[in-house]
């Protein structure tokens, strides 16, 4: 994965992330930890390994991550200001270093922010294209993949906003879980020859509680197909999703799905490499 033009000095631990949370392809920064296991890290979205990383934020209890700036090169000016206001606050557990913000101009949120006011006016025209460049920045963003598919539907562009909403599937789920209406669009529409849509259509996206799952077996024949067809990101994508998921489930439950977490970190690393030329495992 490609590495920043300038590391400015810091600390990045000596493995990238395997799979599935942290999510694969996340690489913290020992600079950037807020202790309990929360930190900052550089982050290359599937698919963009070629690409500069954008910094995350993991928040390791929660199991879930957050888009933080658009470049290290932010990173390192926010992080610099902020020890520069609250060094002694830095290691305090109840202080939260997000009070101090940076402009960056390139964070896909300045440009949902703008979108967001042409829908509260009624302009659906003119909100897409900054949607459009908003998750183009950040594909993980399920707020910009929802936002996008319902305006789509407010112009009755329903194929772009199915493509939208399929998006949002494929979104690593560890940045959230595909919106309730993403989905309703997905559940209404003509799945086709898409796996994907059609996989989606039976689904009832809820995990955890239950002693059996047929969402998961789904999900596999998903993969499957994927892989059938030659649509090698959908497969590596639902595939992470899939087991971000199961991993959060019972060991019990693990256990009837034969759930082996270290095989799959294995067989996913392979799977990365055959399909994208990089098996995400190091920043070079």
């Known amino acids: 994965m490609r590495a920043p033009a300038h590391l400015h000095d810091l600390t990045f631990d000596t493995e990238v992330a395997a799979g599935p949370y942290p999510p ?16 900052f890290g550089l982050y290359w979205p599937l698919g963009r390994e070629g690409a500069l990383p954008l910094v995350c934020e993991m928040f390791h209890d929660e199991g879930r991550m957050v888009y933080s700036h658009s470049s290290l090169d932010v990173f390192v000016h926010w992080l610099g200001i902020n020890r520069a206001l609250d060094e002694d606050a830095w290691d305090d557990d109840e202080w939260d270093p997000r009070a101090h913000d940076v402009d960056d101009a390139d964070s896909p949120f300045r440009l949902v922010e703008s979108a967001q006011g042409h829908v509260a006016a ?43 909403a399929r998006s949002a599937v494929l979104a690593n789920w560890a940045f959230g879980v595909p919106e309730a209406g993403v989905l309703r669009i997905l559940k209404s529409a003509h799945a086709g020859a898409d796996p994907v849509v059609a996989m989606a259509q039976q689904m009832g996206f809820a995990f955890g ?71 995400r495992q190091r920043m070079q």
Not at 133 to 160: C, I, S, V, Y
Request: proline share 5%.
């Open 122 to 164: 009624g302009e659906p025209a003119a909100a897409i294209p900054l949607l459009d460049a908003a998750t183009a920045a950040f594909p993980d963003l399920q707020k910009g993949w929802a936002m996008l598919a319902g305006q789509h539907m407010r112009l009755r562009n329903a194929e772009l906003a199915v493509r939208a």
């Open 24 to 39: 694969q392809g996340f690489l913290p920064i020992a600079e950037g930890a807020l202790g309990n296991g929360d930190c």
């Open 209 to 279: 509680g239950a002693r059996n799952n047929p969402d998961y077996a789904l999900m596999q024949a998903c993969i499957d197909r994927c892989w059938q067809i030659g649509d090698r990101e959908a497969a590596l994508r639902l595939s992470h999703n899939r087991c971000y998921v199961l991993a959060a489930e019972t060991v019990s439950f693990q256990e009837r799905e034969r759930f082996d977490l270290p095989a799959w970190q294995l067989a996913f690393r392979e799977q990365c490499r055959l399909a994208l030329g990089d098996d």
